[in-house]
């Protein structure tokens, strides 16, 4: 896999100060889309365990919430192996922060067919995941009010829980109101 930025205090994908990681290669070709540059599999760096290590070391501060995965798709079925190693190792080392990821799929109709390359990394890389951004960009929905999304047909999907319950479970920021958001 390879990766085209590593953001150590990104506010803008997910709650809290975060630190995103924007791996390279998308088949989706969204048009409008914002990071045309990393549809190619080969743009940017290759990802090593060095870049798991580096960011591991981002992740140890105090002020970051978690880790957010975008792209490019994370969900390419050649770039899940490495994402799930990556994931493995942070969720090891800090199980209290939260993972976001961004995807162009759908979660019900695409990731969870199991049609995203082998089923038991798809299945790995969803255990370790609190949200999932879900559905490609469309430009006639673009809507620069919604937060953490593109457009409004991109769903905030709370995984741990539709994963539970077998059915879509939207995502709420219930600050301040009981539940510590994630
Ligand atoms: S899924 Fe994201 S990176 Fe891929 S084409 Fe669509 S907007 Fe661009």
Not at 30 to 50: I, K, M, R
Request: one cysteine or more; aromatic letters at 12%; a negative charge.
């Amino acid at each position: 896999m390879h990766y085209a930025t590593i953001k150590n205090n990104d506010i803008a994908n997910g709650p809290g100060v975060r630190v995103s990681l924007f791996v390279s290669g998308c088949t989706h070709r969204c048009p409008g889309c914002f990071n045309e540059e990393a549809w190619d599999f080969q743009y940017g760096e290759p990802f090593t365990q060095d870049t798991i290590d580096y960011i591991l070391g981002l992740l140890a501060a105090p002020h970051i919430k978690g880790l957010t995965l975008l792209g490019g798709e994370p969900f390419e079925p050649q770039n899940q192996p490495e994402v799930v190693n990556l994931l493995r190792q942070v969720k090891e080392t800090y199980p209290e922060k939260s993972v976001w990821a961004f995807s162009g799929y759908l979660f019900d109709q695409d990731i969870l067919s199991g049609s995203l390359g082998a089923w038991e990394i798809t299945d790995e890389f969803l255990s370790y995941l609190d949200v999932l951004v879900d559905g490609p960009f469309i430009a006639a929905k673009k809507d620069l009010t919604l937060r953490f999304r593109g457009s409004s047909n991109q769903r905030l999907i709370d995984v741990p829980a539709s994963r539970k319950e077998n059915k879509i479970v939207l995502w709420e920021d219930w600050q301040g109101n009981g539940r510590s958001i994630k």
